[in-house]
T-cell receptor, first 114, second 115 residues
């Protein structure tokens, strides 16, 4: 069965430090992979997505993610975190391009220390 | 672009009453809308997929008679929680898929509290 695992429930980093949020997926075929961010009172915002092609994907707000098929991973990175990046981050896998269904990971809460 | 709204943003109701939540795609047409439920500090769980002009497809374990979904137009889907009970209290989120796209755009969510 398809699944998404985000091993880190909560991460704290200092402002200006680099960030990596982990995501592992289980899916038989080539997955569609997404990272979303959820801020309090706001809807999920798409940070970036991977469908095919270049395995290093650039997104908004300075985020990037790398698809590694051998490790079944799609980790999110940012070289320098800003206080405004504090939020909940969700990794998701699209299980069907026809239906558009997504399976979400448990989420990682990012706290940024000044 | 690609803005999705939900109304209301929060609602409190008495046990046994029904509550309707609206999901609108404001600047695009969405042939498919999705309804999720999110418990505190947990992930989004897909409840159902709503296609314009046809019956919704419910995920396993979701009661279709309790969570009525209507997708009457390309910009509006509604979720009605019938005979709500305290265990239905949750954060309900909708999303809309841009026609011809693989990307979902999410609404801000509706906080339902059943007393």
């Amino acid at each position: 069965a398809q699944s998404v695992t985000q091993p880190d429930i909560h991460i704290t980093v200092s402002e200006g430090a680099s960030l990596e949020l982990r995501c592992n997926y289980s899916y038989g075929a080539t997955p569609y992979l997404f990272w979303y961010v959820q801020s309090p009172g706001q809807g999920l915002q798409l940070l970036l997505k991977y469908f095919s092609g270049d395995t290093l994907v650039q997104g908004i707000k300075g985020f990037e993610a790398e698809f590694k098929r051998s490790q079944s991973s799609f980790n999110l990175r940012k070289p320098s975190v800003h206080w405004s990046d504090a939020a909940e981050y969700f990794c998701a896998v699209g299980v069907s391009s026809n239906t558009g269904k997504l399976i979400f990971g448990q989420g990682t809460t990012l706290q940024v220390k000044p | 672009g690609a803005v999705v709204s939900q109304h209301p943003s929060r609602v409190i109701c008495k046990s046994g009453t029904s509550v309707k939540i609206e999901c609108r795609s404001l600047d695009f047409q969405a042939t498919t809308m999705f309804w999720y439920r999110q418990f505190p500090k947990q992930s989004l769980m897909l409840m159902a997929t709503s296609n314009e002009g046809s019956k919704a497809t419910y995920e396993q374990g979701v009661e279709k008679d309790k969570f009525l979904i209507n997708h009457a137009s390309l910009t509006l889907s509604t979720l009605t929680v019938t005979s709500a009970h305290p265990e239905d209290s949750s954060f309900y989120i909708c999303s809309a898929r841009l026609q011809g796209s693989d990307t979902q755009y999410f609404g801000p969510g509706t906080r339902l509290t059943v007393l």
